[in-house]
């Protein structure tokens, strides 16, 4: 083996070493080394008494108990010691082999000393050996009693050189982590290898230590090279260290795992006790469970789901006191609460529809056929089409919310509404982040609340009345709401995950167009509600108002009857308006007071005369009647828009001697005073023409009012009519009863446009008068008035005072005649 050609370069390639040792190693690879020392050489051959062993190979230089059941090996121990022979140790190729024949056993043994023999209770022998050599087995000798074999014994060599000590090292470091990772392997093997000081001792020692199988045993036993064996045991050591350190990693990671739970479950422990001594026990953990069964049960979206079990954990890790715990216990009510996902089927049947909405309103035929179209459409393009949102513009109790009740009937879903009335404030409609002390989801997701399920009619009201202000744009939030790119993932701040709004049906009301944002227009369909004409009135109040009266009062077997003369008589004389909210009111008090004296026993009527409505209702509130009255000095009706619809407003002038004063009553706005000076100035201007260039305007003071003066009033569109009302009371000409107007005016007398047409002429209709005059230039606006409106009136349009003039004074002689 001396100058043999690197023989560790094979061992090399199969063991892992850390750096150090790969360094040792690799330093004689490249170097040729040398190997000294007496090599290991045959004795004399012997007769030896052979003891097998079924699953032990004894090693020289190790002491060891066996443990003897066979009596054959007995008899063969007992003979030795007597006669004092040496004895072989081998082990048997199968170890459940009862009587092994020599060709059962192994060829190399061990030469063994034999100690100290015990008998156990059981009968088993236990003998101490101590192994000295090798011995290989030439030929038996005996099979009976018991075996004896001629065998030559093998004589250790020792060699030295680096290269041993090198292999020795790593064979030791190897070892003695080993050690350290097996608490199977004994501390004192590592100290006895340590003290060991030739190659094939140390193998030897090594291999009777570790865990290997017989097969490996005997393979070591049988290499009688030592730096051979010592290279195999090296490979060994490298794969049980592998194994070793694998399985330490493992233990660690369950052991941390183990750390980390103990000392949660520590630790919650502990918490649930001090809770328990404070009496807040189990409350909390009740609600925990059951908060969790609720997430399971909910239609939650993923996201939405991640969340709420996130807060749990949260909350579950939180003492009960925790000023956090009644936060997020309302944010999971929230959650929870909200419908996710829960969809009413929508009723397609657009015969059904149809019948609804005309089974519970009256007219509106451009809305209801709007509504039919759209659910038609839904019908052959269910998803395709994009909600279309409607915008239902008109002035009060015009039907706008009952139809959007009924639409939500006929279609089979949820009706939910908001009133946008006065929201300034951007969190109004989105929330408050959670950060914010008392934070709530905004109104949209609140409603969604209501609701109860994902795809209602959700009706804006007052879209009109949105407000804006330093706190934000509720405006933007809601066109994010109605945006159909973008309400499917409408984040409120509060909740902080998307919400779909996109099955969403909206609706919005408006009294009027003017004051919505444009961009919010933009996005709507709009539908008029321009207010109703007496028969439609009637009618409504008839099919429609009476009997729901009736029936809410208890009266509908009594039989209340209102005859026509009397609703028409409620319409003109006690309410005044373009819909019919103030009508149903007036029928719902005489319902009540007629309720109220049958249940008093008292006698009350079964028809409710026109008679009887001052009893009922007190005095009319209205001048309904104006219109037919004597034509008088000095009065002008004019047309006024407000928000509740068009309007009819008097102005009155008187005169008075006095300083030249013009006083001006009836909570006039500015412009509205500058119009009335305008006025004034082209009536003195054009005094000799209008006839009175006799009056003196210094000794004179004018009073202009405007009755109904609870309401402030502005704008410029009473210029005509506040010049009309003072040229008459200066000329003493009439102003014809009938006639209504509006228009402003310029210094020159020319007639300016005015807003709100529509509104104005339904007024003068409703109001019964005859003559409408208007701005020439507002003539474009009329097509907008309905057409039942327009055929009942005179319209004249102007461009010039004087032709108001011309058209609404009479001579004074006609007022004579
Ligand atoms: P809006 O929302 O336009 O202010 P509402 O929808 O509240 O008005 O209507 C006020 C009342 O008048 C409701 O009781 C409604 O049923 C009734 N009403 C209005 N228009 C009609 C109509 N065309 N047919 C039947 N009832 C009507």
Same mark, same amino acid.
């Given at each position: 083996?001396?100058g043999q050609k690197?023989?560790i370069?094979?061992?090399l390639?199969?063991?892992e070493?850390d750096d150090f040792?790969f360094e040792?190693?690799?330093r004689?690879r490249?170097?040729?080394?040398?190997?000294s020392g007496?090599e290991?050489?045959?004795?004399?051959?012997?007769e030896?008494?052979?003891?097998?062993?079924?699953? #032990?190979?004894?090693?020289?230089?190790?002491?060891?108990?066996?443990?003897i059941t066979?009596?054959? *090996?007995?008899?063969?121990l007992?003979?030795a010691q007597e006669q004092n @022979?040496?004895?072989?140790?081998?082990a048997?190729?199968a170890?459940?082999l009862?009587?092994?024949?020599?060709?059962?056993?192994?060829?190399?043994?061990t030469?063994?000393?034999i100690?100290?023999t015990?008998r156990?209770p059981d009968? *088993?022998?236990?003998a101490?050996?101590?192994?000295?050599?090798?011995?290989?087995i030439?030929?038996?000798?005996q099979?009976?009693p /018991?075996l004896?074999?001629?065998?030559?014994?093998?004589?250790?060599?020792n060699p030295? %050189?680096v290269? #041993?000590e090198?292999?020795m090292r790593?064979v030791?470091t190897?070892?003695?982590?080993c050690?350290?990772?097996?608490?199977?392997?004994?501390?004192d093997?590592?100290?006895?290898?340590?003290?060991?000081?030739d190659?094939?001792?140390l193998?030897?020692?090594v291999a009777?230590?570790?865990?290997?199988s017989?097969?490996?045993?005997?393979?070591?036993?049988?290499?009688i +090279?030592?730096?051979e064996?010592l290279?195999?045991v090296?490979?060994?050591?490298?794969k049980?260290l592998?194994?070793?350190e694998l399985?330490n990693e493992?233990?660690a990671?369950?052991?941390?795992?183990?750390?980390?739970?103990?000392?949660?479950w520590f630790?919650?422990e502990?918490?649930?006790?001090i $809770?328990a001594e404070?009496?807040?026990? +189990?409350d909390l $953990?009740?609600?925990?469970n059951?908060?969790?069964a609720?997430?399971?049960?909910a239609?939650?979206?993923?996201?939405a789901?991640?969340?709420?079990e996130?807060?749990v954990?949260?909350l579950?890790a939180?003492?009960a006191?925790?000023p956090e715990?009644?936060?997020?216990?309302?944010?999971? +009510?929230?959650?929870?609460?909200?419908?996710?996902?829960?969809?009413?089927e929508?009723?397609m +049947?657009?015969?059904?529809?149809?019948?609804?909405l005309d089974?519970?309103?009256?007219?509106?035929?451009?809305?209801?056929e709007r509504v039919?179209?759209h659910i038609?459409?839904?019908?052959?393009?269910?998803d395709?089409?994009?909600?279309p949102?409607l915008c239902f513009? %008109?002035?009060?109790g015009?039907g706008?919310?009952?139809?959007g009740?009924?639409?939500?009937k &006929?279609l089979?879903r949820k009706?939910?509404?908001?009133s946008l009335?006065?929201?300034r404030d951007?969190?109004?409609?989105?929330g408050?982040r959670?950060t /914010?002390?008392g934070?709530?989801?905004g109104?949209?997701?609140?409603?969604?609340?209501?609701?109860?399920?994902?795809?209602?009619l959700?009706m804006?009201?007052?879209i009109?009345k949105?407000?804006?202000?330093?706190?934000?744009?509720?405006?933007a939030?809601?066109?994010e709401?109605?945006?159909p790119?973008?309400?499917?993932?409408?984040?409120?701040h509060?909740?902080?995950i998307?919400y779909?709004?996109?099955?969403?049906?909206f609706?919005t *009301?408006?009294?009027t167009l003017?004051?919505?944002?444009?961009a919010?227009l933009?996005r709507?369909?709009?539908?008029?509600f321009?207010?109703y004409?007496?028969?439609?009135?009637?009618?409504?109040?008839?099919?429609f @108002?009476?009997?729901?009266? @009736?029936e809410a009062?208890?009266?509908?077997?009594?039989?209340?009857?209102f005859?026509?003369?009397?609703i028409l008589r409620?319409?003109?004389?006690?309410?005044y308006?373009?819909?019919v909210r103030?009508?149903?009111r007036?029928i719902?008090?005489?319902?009540r007071?007629?309720?109220?004296r049958?249940?008093?026993g008292?006698?009350?009527?079964?028809r409710?005369?026109?008679?009887?409505l001052?009893q009922?209702?007190?005095?009319?509130?209205?001048?309904?009647?104006?219109?037919?009255?004597?034509?008088q000095?000095g009065?002008?009706?004019g047309l006024s828009?407000t928000?509740?619809g068009?309007?009819?407003?008097?102005?009155?002038v008187m005169l008075?001697?006095?300083?030249?004063?013009?006083?001006l *009553?009836g909570?006039l706005?500015e412009v509205?005073q500058e119009?009335?000076?305008?006025a004034l100035?082209?009536?003195?201007?054009h005094?000799?023409?209008f006839g /009175?260039?006799d009056?003196?305007?210094?000794?004179?003071d004018i009073h202009?009012?405007?009755?109904?003066?609870?309401?402030?009033k502005d704008g410029?569109? &009473?210029?005509v009519t506040?010049?009309t009302?003072?040229v008459?009371a200066?000329?003493?000409?009439p102003v014809r009863?009938?006639v209504?107007m509006?228009?402003e005016?310029?210094?020159?007398?020319?007639?300016?446009?005015?807003g709100?047409l529509?509104?104005k002429?339904v007024a003068a209709?409703?109001?019964?008068?005859?003559h409408v005059?208007?701005?020439?230039?507002n003539?474009?606006?009329?097509v907008?008035?309905p057409r039942?409106?327009?055929?009942g009136?005179?319209i004249i349009?102007?461009?010039?005072v004087?032709?108001?003039?011309?058209?609404a004074?009479?001579?004074?002689r006609e007022r004579d005649?």
């Open positions: 083996m001396k690197n023989p370069s094979h061992w390639e199969n063991v070493f040792l040792t190693i690799s004689f490249e170097e040729r080394y040398t190997i007496p290991p050489r045959e004795g004399e051959p012997q030896y008494v052979v003891l097998p062993t079924r699953d #032990v190979v004894v090693f020289p230089a190790v002491t060891l108990p066996l443990f066979r009596e054959s *090996t007995h008899r063969a007992e003979d @022979l040496p004895v072989l140790v081998v048997q190729r170890p459940d009862e009587a092994p024949l020599p060709e059962d056993l192994y060829e190399m043994g030469e063994v000393l100690g100290r015990l156990l009968g *088993t022998l236990s101490f050996v101590e192994g000295l050599n090798r011995a290989r030439v030929r038996f000798t099979q009976r /018991y004896r074999a001629l065998a030559i014994p093998i004589l250790e060599g030295q %050189g290269i #041993v090198a292999l790593v030791l190897l070892f003695e982590r050690v350290q990772l097996n608490p199977n392997l004994p501390e093997a590592y100290i006895a290898a340590m003290n060991i000081d190659p094939g001792g193998a030897d020692l009777h230590v570790l865990d290997i017989l097969e490996e045993r005997q393979d070591i036993l049988e290499t +090279d030592p730096v064996r290279q195999k090296s490979l060994f050591l490298g049980e592998d194994v070793l399985e493992i233990h990671h369950v052991q941390q795992e183990m750390e980390k739970n103990q000392r949660e630790l919650r502990q918490m649930r006790a $809770q404070l009496g807040e026990l +189990d $953990q009740r609600d925990i059951e908060l969790r609720q997430i399971e049960k239609h939650l979206p993923p996201e789901r991640e969340k709420a996130r807060e954990k949260r579950a939180m003492p006191a925790a715990v009644a936060i997020i216990r309302t944010y999971l +009510d929230w959650i929870l609460s909200l419908p996710w996902n829960e969809y009413t929508d009723n +049947d657009i015969e059904r529809a149809a019948k609804i089974e519970e309103h009256y007219g509106l035929e451009k809305a209801k039919l179209e038609a459409v839904r019908k052959l393009a269910p395709k089409m994009r909600q949102i513009v %008109g002035p009060p015009t706008k919310t009952s139809l009740k009924s639409i939500a &006929a089979g009706f939910v509404r908001l009335g006065g929201v951007e969190a109004e409609i989105r408050h959670r /914010y002390i934070a709530m989801p109104r949209i997701i609140q409603t969604m609340r209501t609701a109860g399920s994902s795809n209602p959700f804006l009201d007052e009109d949105l407000g804006v202000d330093f706190r934000g744009d509720p405006a939030a809601l066109l709401v109605l945006d790119e973008q309400n499917h993932a409408f984040l409120d509060y909740l902080d998307p779909d709004l996109s099955k969403v049906m609706i *009301t408006a009294n003017y004051s919505i944002p444009p919010l933009d709507m369909e709009i539908i008029e321009p207010g004409v007496e028969s439609e009135k009637l009618e409504i109040a008839r099919r @108002l009476i009997p729901r009266q @009736l009062h208890g009266l509908s077997d009594y039989g209340l009857e005859p026509k003369a009397t409620i319409i003109r004389e006690y309410t308006e373009a819909g103030n009508l149903e007036a719902a008090n005489i319902c007071k007629v309720a109220r049958i249940a008093e008292k006698r009350a009527p079964k409710i005369t026109p008679r009887m001052e009922f209702l007190g005095p009319p509130q209205n001048m309904y009647n104006e219109a037919e009255k004597e034509p000095v009065v002008a009706t828009w928000e509740g068009g309007e009819i407003t008097l102005v009155e008075m001697d006095g300083k030249g004063m013009l006083t *009553t909570q706005g509205m119009s009335a000076q305008a100035s082209y009536a003195r201007a005094a000799a023409d /009175y260039g009056v003196d305007f210094d000794k004179l202009i009012h405007v009755p109904e003066g609870a309401v402030p410029p569109s &009473a210029g506040m010049l009302a003072l008459s200066l000329s003493k000409r009863p009938d209504a509006t228009g005016i310029t210094l020159r007398g020319r007639v300016l446009p005015v709100g529509k509104e002429i209709h409703r109001a019964n008068i005859r005059i208007i701005p020439k230039r003539e474009k606006d009329l907008d008035v039942r409106v327009r055929k009136l005179d349009p102007v461009d010039h004087d032709q108001v003039l011309a058209f004074l009479l001579d004074a005649a």
